[in-house]
């Protein structure tokens, strides 16, 4: 059997010999607005500036003010701000901000600066080239401002472009998130806009290790209100976030309150968007969604956590990525490069001060203690991956024999094309 799956940004084909039972698993969607007339686009974007769940119209909120800033995705995200923005900042302008009182922020969280480029492919070049468009940075802990404690003693610290704005608006989408539950609204403040010494904390192992600090869930996880709380303290006036389909057009859009809007958000995700498997499978071949969520071995890691939710335990999972940029950062590089086993990992780090990037690998460290990992990686050289790259390969079809060697015939077998961005349980 053969199959396309994403793959940096041609895709790569997959080959499954006979003998096992193979499943292609995507994400249910809703159709995209554009498919309908009587709901266009245009129509839903305008309806939900103007008439937003839980507060009043963006209009209304800006007006007076002189001064609003923005969060948006970094390029690891394929949020479409070249739609979504233009018709809010209008409204901005409508209400009386000019465009020099405006600050687009772009909510690196610990990623990388964003580059010219990048720039222009997350906004558009009109409004790349007519705004104040910053790149975070949580490493300049002076250029953050000071807002205290959570109730669970997080320090709180976030970029001061954006609270020094008289109005804050979040700009993002709605999918499966690793450890926050879902994506969208609260996480374009923390981690996004938030100082490394507060992205630290909300990634230690007290909520790393949380059961429910992890794919789609909400309700109970601490994580998830962790960072309601974070976002409340940074005075979190407006967010407008949208729901995609599989071709990442624009299905649901929802804006308004910041808690009330991502909710409405994740409960229309959670009732268009999950496929259901009758029982958990043997086996996954998986990706990392391509790019630009595959473009660093970091990144990677999220398609094999939302894999574990349809392998049995001890079950195989091989994730495909291109990692053209490599390992990620400096930090995450060393700790990957020094990994020696998933159980040593986590002894490790359990009651050391926290370190850059450590929680990505302790989620993979999680999810190996249940299951049998493998990589196809080729940005990443083998030595770079630690005790991993012993089952780490260099063409995707050596991945792939060494993923089905030894298991009996009639196996079951997964196959998602699109990795983290597949929403799938098994019964």
Known sequence: MKTQFSFGKNGIEVSVPDGFVCQVVKSRSAAALTDGPRWALGDALEAALDNPIGCESLAALAAGKKTAAISVCDITRPAPNRVTLPPLLARLHEAGIPAEGITILIATGLHRAATT?????????????????????ARALAEHRTLGRTVRGTPVFIDERFMAAELHITLGFIEQHLMLGFSGGRKLIAPGLAAQET??????????REPLATEGSISGNPLHAELLEIARMARHDFSLDVTLTQNREISG?????????????????????????????????????????????????????????????GGRILILSECAEGVGSPEFARKLGGYQGHAQYLEAIRATAVEVDQWQLEKLALTGLEHELYFYTPGVKREQLGSLGARAFDTVDEAVAALLDGLPDGAR???IPEGPYTFARAE
Do not use: W
């Open 253 to 313: 859009v929802f804006a308004g309150d910041p808690v009330k809007a991502h909710a409405a958000g994740v409960k229309f995700v959670e009732t268009n968007c999950l496929e259901t498997l009758t029982e958990p499978v043997d086996a996954v071949i998986t990706s990392a969604a391509g790019y630009p969520l595959d473009l660093t071995f970091y990144q990677t890691i999220k398609g094999v956590t939302a894999a574990a939710h349809v392998v049995r335990p």
């Open 117 to 137: 480029d990048e720039i222009e492919t997350i906004l558009g070049p009109a409004i790349a080239s007519t705004y104040k468009v910053v790149s975070h940075d």
């Open 413 to 415: 077998v997964a196959l």
């Open 199 to 208: 992205i630290k904390a909300i990634h230690s192992p007290k909520f790393m």
